[in-house]
């Protein structure tokens, strides 16, 4: 079922960010970086068609760095690249969405990154520069790849300044560059927020009992004393979905409506049904 799960999201996520790259930002001549740049270059250039000189660019950088990347990220390029290179070919015989070059750069930059992040989600790889920082980082550990994506992508950024000679496409391309980072890490940072709940209940031991009966979460107690009353109680700590709070806040207020609760959020938990999407 993971697998499957897996292969739909990078399917999704390349037919996002190949709608961004062939229907805004290639048409208005936008590079944000990448070997979806370079095609970009290549196809104004020498007309080149951008999905097959993107897919063809990764297979040869895949071929050249077979022995330092390994056969499972190998595999996994081919696949999330090869996705990512139909659709680009696919979408590009359709009209570009915008000629505004505004538009094209904010909402292309977020498409691809949001297409980007999807495919993140599933493990996918969808080349291009990814394949450069990890053949550079292999004999040059001290740098890490989020610098080195930063330089490739700065320098691609340079030449399409070189080719098209137009300072203005080069900005926004800068632009595109921050807006599909920040996309990015938006969507990581959603998808690992998570809620920590704190519950001080007189019938801390049924609430427990009840909560880990009906919940896909365990409960930890823990004995407390209230300072102003003096009494003993138990606090019930639990971490939560955030689609999984309205439910167990409901199931609290049937068993102990007096119940004190906090809830609080959290930017990371892992383990024990969390995972960290990175």
Excluded at 72 to 87: D, I
Excluded at 129 to 135: F, K, N, Q
Aim: charged share 15%; hydrophobic share 50%; aromatic share 8%.
């Amino acid at each position: 079922m993971k697998k499957l799960k897996d292969i739909l999201l990078t399917v999704l996520g390349t037919l996002i960010t190949a709608a961004a790259i062939s229907l805004l930002l290639t048409p208005n001549k936008i590079v944000c970086g990448g070997m979806s740049g370079v095609s970009t270059i290549l196809y104004h250039t020498f007309s080149l068609p951008p999905g097959i000189t993107f897919g063809v660019l990764n297979v040869i950088l895949l071929l050249l760095g077979l022995g330092v990347l390994g056969v499972s990220f190998t595999l996994k390029t081919l696949f999330g690249a090869g996705m990512l290179s139909a659709f680009m070919q696919l979408l590009s015989y359709f009209p570009p969405l915008t000629e505004n070059v505004l538009l094209a750069t904010v909402f292309g930059g977020v498409l691809y990154g949001v297409g980007i992040g999807i495919a993140f989600v599933a493990g996918a790889s969808t080349g291009g520069t990814d394949i450069i920082g990890r053949l550079v980082q292999h004999f040059m550990p001290q740098m890490s790849i989020g610098k080195l994506l930063l330089v490739i992508d700065g320098i691609v950024i340079v030449v399409s300044l070189l080719v098209f000679r137009q300072v203005d496409l080069a900005l926004f391309g800068i632009i595109a560059l921050f807006v599909s980072t920040y996309a990015v890490d938006l969507l990581m940072a959603k998808l690992n927020v998570s809620t920590v709940a704190f519950i001080i209940s007189e019938k801390g031991e049924e609430l427990a009992r009840q909560l880990v009966g009906s919940s896909p979460r365990g409960v930890t107690v823990i004995n407390v004393v209230g300072a102003y009353t003096d009494t003993n109680k138990k606090m019930l700590f639990c971490a939560l979905k955030e689609r999984e709070t309205v439910a167990f806040k409901k199931k609290i207020e049937e068993i102990d409506p007096n119940a004190f609760t906090v809830f609080s959020e959290s930017q990371k938990i892992v383990g024990n049904g969390f995972y960290l999407y990175r």
